[in-house]
């Protein structure tokens, strides 16, 4: 399969890793969360893992902005999965929410 298009769903401490890093491999990337404000937290956190890949990494500011500019964030799962060859789920490891995501129509349609 060649992958062109990735999605990560849930972007806590694990999922903003993932896209970020995925990102920063030069794929495009949507990041899915429940909320607005879910995102806002993970596009911080996006910009801190922006800092340490330039402190550890020796990434360059350029290399980072292009990563960030890779990113599209999405609180509607329906448009997040649209076009993606692979979904990342990264959701909290909460029974509810895990479940939640795994019966979602349109994450289900993309399955199928």
């Known amino acids: 399969m060649n992958i062109k298009h990735v999605t990560v769903a849930g972007g806590g401490v694990l ?19 429940i909320s607005d404000e879910a995102l806002d937290k993970a596009k911080e956190k996006i910009r801190a893992w922006q800092e340490a890949y330039k402190r550890d990494l020796g ?10 500019n890779n990113l599209t964030f999405y609180t509607d799962l329906e448009k997040a999965v649209k076009g993606a060859d692979l ?24 399955c199928w």
Do not use: C, M
């Open 15 to 33: 999922g903003s890793q993932i896209a970020f890093q995925t990102a920063y491999s030069g794929f495009p990337v949507n990041l899915y969360d």
């Open 59 to 68: 990434a360059t500011e350029e290399e980072v902005e292009k990563a960030y």
């Open 87 to 110: 979904v990342i789920e990264a959701v909290p490891e909460v029974y509810d929410i895990k479940a939640n995501f795994y019966k979602n129509r349109f994450f289900v349609k993309w």
